[in-house]
């Protein structure tokens, strides 16, 4: 799955697209691991944009919490933005939105994320 | 073939309390008001055309127990799990038979307490000429109900029930004939180990599958249940937590979640699927807007089968 990486600052952005589904889910993560190494070992945060995202089953929130929980452990933070109505209704009726804080807009998840970040995305 | 939910709850049963009561009275009154309502008749239509569901239903608080009815001429009786709502059962049956003794076919799912609890209140028990058949695919399946009822739990002993009792094996994977129901059951994951049932007769069918968690990077154990829901007119399916809370806080502790519950159900293209085990710390308005989530989330993701979601609770009665 193509994951269009974008750096802001300090900063990766991420953007999976299409579905994230129990079919993609494994490639999704294999095409993840390299990027988080790299992102968390400079201490950086990542930003899901899941402005591309049709659609994402329980396995794909489920590789979401994953790569969530290897951020933290390492003291990095993923936050989620820009997800389209249907997604963002899944996030919540799922609950999801209690574990990954989710913003409206990039703008707004790079803010929440690292002020250089969003000074950098208001440069460009 | 008919279903008849006596309860619902999961892990605990649960009331209404008196401060649920009275706001739900209070707001009763409020939206009555100046509409006439003198007569019990006026109030009871009133109350079931035009009332807020959220103020004149409850989900209710029995423990799991769900009787179905395979229709034919049989006189038997069949119900899954023994949790608090077998006392009411138990009261339905020995008020229908009107004093002529029957067999109840009992399907167990496990022997956690809040599914066996309800077995020291189940009136037949104690019937001199009743007959009541456990099955279960448990090897402690006797030991755990006779556990229950002796010292200090119970003052009658398991010894002491006038009813003629059995206990009777199945094996997972294994289809078996009862009294014209086949019951086919199958290892689900909780501590313990739990099993679900497929019950078929008279050209429908159903899944009871309570107290299952379900491990999503377990694509193949996935696929077993999708076949195991196939085409099945409901699936009763333990819903008991938020996706979030069951592949997080609360993973490994043997539930699952309405966003699963949607999933297998629209891969088997089951008809129905019913949202059941609630979690007891839900109130009526949180597993209502549990149910309406769960109906969006179908919608969303909808494709060429349509699939029927409900909510169980304790008095719904269902034909398939």
Redesign the interface.
Known sequence: MTLNPRAYADTLVLAPAGRLD?ESCDAFRADLQPHLERALGASGGIVFDLSGLE?I???G??CF?LASNEARARGGKIVVAAPKP?VA??F?????N??FDVHPTLRQALAAVSPQAAAAFDTR | MRLRFWGTRGSLPVSLTWRDMRERLARALVAGSGRGLDTIEKACAFVERDLDPALSHTFGGHSPCVEFQPGGAGEEYFVCDMGSGARAFGEHVLARQAGAPATVNVFMSHTHWDHIMGFPFFGPAYQRGWRIRIHGCHETLERAFRLQQDPPCFPVPFSQLAASIEFVQLAPGVASEVSGVRVTPKLQVHSGDSYGFRIAAGGRSFVYSTDSEHR??Q?AA?EEFVAFFRDADAVIFDAMY????A??VKADWGHS????GV?LCQLARAKRLVLFHHEPANDDRALARILQ??R??EE??RGEHRLEVVAAYDGLEMEL
Not at chain 1, 92 to 96: D, H, T, V
Not at chain 2, 242 to 245: C, F, N, Y
Request: glycine share 2%; aromatic share 6%; charged share 20%.
């Open positions: 129990h659609y089953s329980s396995g929130l489920r919490m249907v209704e899944i919540q009726i799922s609950r999801f209690l574990i | 999503l990077e694509h996935s938020s996706l979030a809370d592949v997080s979640s309405n966003v699963i999933e989530e769960t969006r989330l969303l993701t």
